[in-house]
């Protein structure tokens, strides 16, 4: 069983360019969860989407960013006209049906640089 | 809203025990976890505690809570240079369910040979 994948897992891009960073949950799971980490910092929670639905965005910033989790294919989390504060590692998780416990599993990130 | 602390750096040698601690200020919070981040890599989730238990063990690893306190720890035995890592603690709010977690930002432990 596949782990949460992520791509691409180094992206760069000037200011103003658009970066799109995707995840593919783990097989099962139907709900799926951004987080972004700052340098020398902990995850800070953005966004909580379930197949078609946004659950939870209280932690997006109210411009430039979106996301999405279509019926098919992967979750995207879409940063549009990047400025230097956008540079991270953006990770995506995923828990299963049952959760109870929240149990979040995560992908490797992608490290986005903007110069 | 909910905060988790944790100090930022522990070196240890090789084969003593290492005790990573947090506190956190939200006394509602039902499951407590610890995940370890290797460089380059994402969150592993190493284990978590529900509120009502004090001490969880799972081979090497053993959990406190002191749910008076607010305060978690993770206890590491026989530690190896594999155990060199950044350890973050972080709590999921009240209820059961699914919600986002609140991280701390991480303990980096340094293992000595």
């Known amino acids: 069983n596949a782990g949460v994948m992520q791509n691409p897992r180094h992206l760069v891009r000037r200011r103003g360019q658009e970066a799109r960073l995707r995840c593919s949950p783990m097989k099962g799971h139907s709900h799926v969860y951004w987080y972004r980490q700052l340098p020398e910092e902990g995850l800070k929670f953005m966004v909580y989407l379930q197949k078609e639905n946004i659950i939870d965005e209280s932690g997006m910033p109210k411009e430039r960013f979106s996301a999405e989790f279509p019926k098919e294919g992967p979750s995207i989390l879409r940063i549009q006209q990047v400025v230097r504060g956008d540079s991270a590692a953006y990770f995506c998780?995923?828990?299963?049906?049952?959760?109870?416990?929240?149990?979040?599993?995560f992908g490797p990130g992608t490290r986005l640089t903007v110069l | 809203g909910e905060d988790v602390e944790q100090s930022l750096f522990l070196s240890v040698r090789e084969g003593d025990s290492s005790v990573i601690n947090c506190t956190y200020t939200?006394?509602?919070?039902?499951?407590l976890y610890w995940y370890k981040q290797e460089p380059g890599a994402g969150l592993q989730l190493l284990t978590y505690i529900f509120s009502n238990m004090d001490m969880k063990q799972d081979q090497r690893l053993t959990v406190l809570l002191n749910k008076k306190d607010k305060h978690l720890s993770l206890r590491i035995a026989d530690t190896q240079t594999g155990d060199s890592a950044i350890y973050f603690c972080?709590?999921?709010?009240?209820?059961?369910?699914?919600?986002?977690?609140?991280f701390g930002s991480g303990t980096r432990l340094q293992v000595q040979p």
């Open positions: 998780a995923s828990s299963p049906p049952s959760s109870g416990r929240n149990e979040q599993f």
């Open positions: 939200d006394s509602s919070s039902t499951y």
């Open positions: 972080a709590e999921s709010g009240s209820g059961t369910g699914r919600r986002a977690l609140t």
